[in-house]
Antibody
Framework: QVQLAESGGGLVKPGGSLRLSCAAS????????MSWIRQAPGKGLEWVSY????????YYADSVKGRFTVSRDNAKNLLYLQMNSLRAEDTAVYFC?????????WGQGTTVTVSS | EIVLTQSPGTLSLSPGERATLSCRAS???????LAWYQQKPGQAPWLLIY???SRATGIPDRFSGSGSGTDFTLTISRLEPEDFAVYYC????????FGPGTKVEIK
């Protein structure tokens, strides 16, 4: 069964850091682009980042460039999002998804709250 | 950057009725790289349509996508109770953005 499961969300103070993880199963993880998309409370969807490892291809939205770092461990079927210098406007549910064009598999999301 | 506009913001319909949702791009969408997603409260989005008109795996044929250039449409031929949700269009390829969404609610 194809599945994605995010973890690592929580409450963090402005300026703080958090690392999200996404565990993939049921498919050949290394074959796929993987994306992070977020959704602020009551708002729409925003593409955050995507990564592919063959060749190494990475994209960041302007809103997170220089603060967030995406990475993956194909041996462990894990996707990561390291988030530094967090701001209140980064508060959102963060989803990982398979693909970078249209995303056909999504995780259930993990909530990040940036507040003092 | 291409901006997507969705209309209407809210669509109030009854089960069995036809729903027509619009997504308009501020510039021509290359290769019809446009997808549609359904999202229910507390859930992740679910891919319905990709490349403007191709149904994703397992999507019922009451869902159809059409359009090209700057104007795209998602049609639900006969609304089922489980179809009441928010629908997002999404651009991909050289630009990546989501539309603001259309809520389909029970009238």
């Amino acid at each position: 069964q194809v599945q994605l499961a995010e973890s690592g969300g929580g409450l963090v103070k402005p300026g703080g850091s958090l690392r999200l993880s996404c565990a993939a199963s049921g498919f050949t993880f290394s074959d796929y682009y993987m994306s992070w998309i977020r959704q602020a409370p009551g708002k729409g969807l925003e593409w955050v980042s995507y990564i592919y490892s063959r060749p190494n291809t990475i994209y960041y939205a302007d809103s997170v460039k220089g603060r967030f770092t995406v990475s993956r461990d194909n041996a462990k079927n894990l996707l990561y999002l390291q988030m530094n210098s967090l701001r209140a406007e980064d508060t959102a549910v963060y989803f990982c998804a398979r693909g970078h064009y249209n995303m056909d598999v999504w995780g259930q999301g993990t909530t990040v709250t940036v507040s003092s | 950057e291409i901006v997507l506009t969705q209309s209407p913001g809210t669509l109030s319909l009854s089960p069995g009725e036809r729903a027509t949702l619009s997504c308009r791009a501020s510039q021509t969408v290359s290769s019809n790289y446009l997808a549609w997603y359904q999202q229910k409260p507390g859930q992740a989005p679910w891919l319905l349509i990709y490349d403007a008109s191709s149904r994703a795996t397992g999507i019922p044929d009451r869902f159809s996508g059409s359009g090209s250039g700057t104007d795209f449409t998602l049609t639900i031929s006969r609304l089922e109770p489980e179809d009441f949700a928010v629908y997002y269009c999404q651009l991909y390829g050289s630009s990546r953005t989501f539309g603001p969404g259309t809520k389909v609610e029970i009238k």
